[in-house]
């Protein structure tokens, strides 16, 4: 297992009651997040066998990639691994992408996914070191 430093803190349940706002409204929490080098953001989002997105959350990730101002993914996988064995998240299966590269802000789904998060990892990490994801800052230019 890597760079979990404390399992036993990590299987403890962290419940968001006495946070819920008007309409519902309560925190989200994200898999997994890699900063790689200040040049991309990628987010990751597990679930188990037939779970979705709830409403909230795929608004929260659609936000949280929207408002950055450098190439931002939300891989979002499946997995059938059953508690209380560990899920392996770079071995998931990557069933949607949402992403703000050439300000499409679009989700891509793949009904037959053939990637896994390490493989999508990579190739975004390759495209941008090769330049090929870029984004454009002059837009924000005025607002740094």
């Known amino acids: 297992m890597s760079k979990i430093y404390n399992l036993p803190a ?3 349940v962290v419940s968001y009651d006495g946070l819920g706002y008007g309409g519902g ?4 929490d994200i898999d997994g997040f890699l900063d790689y080098e200040g ?11 037939n779970a979705y997105l709830e ?6 990730f659609e936000r949280k990639c929207d ?3 450098i190439p931002a993914f ?15 998240l770079a071995d998931q299966p990557v069933k949607k992408i949402y992403t703000n590269v050439d300000r ?4 891509i789904n793949y009904e037959d996914p053939c990637l896994n998060n390490k493989q999508w990892t990579d190739y975004i990490i390759s ?9 454009d800052y002059r837009p924000f230019r005025n607002s740094i």
């Open 10 to 12: 990590l299987k403890q």
């Open 25 to 28: 409204k309560y925190p989200t």
């Open 39 to 49: 040049k991309v953001f990628i987010h990751y989002e597990t679930k188990y066998k």
């Open 55 to 60: 409403k909230g959350q795929k608004l929260a």
């Open 67 to 69: 408002f950055v101002i």
């Open 74 to 88: 939300f891989l979002v996988s499946v997995h059938t691994v059953s508690p209380p064995e560990i899920v392996r």
């Open 104 to 107: 499409q802000k679009r989700w």
């Open 127 to 135: 495209q941008v070191i090769t330049g090929k994801i870029k984004y």
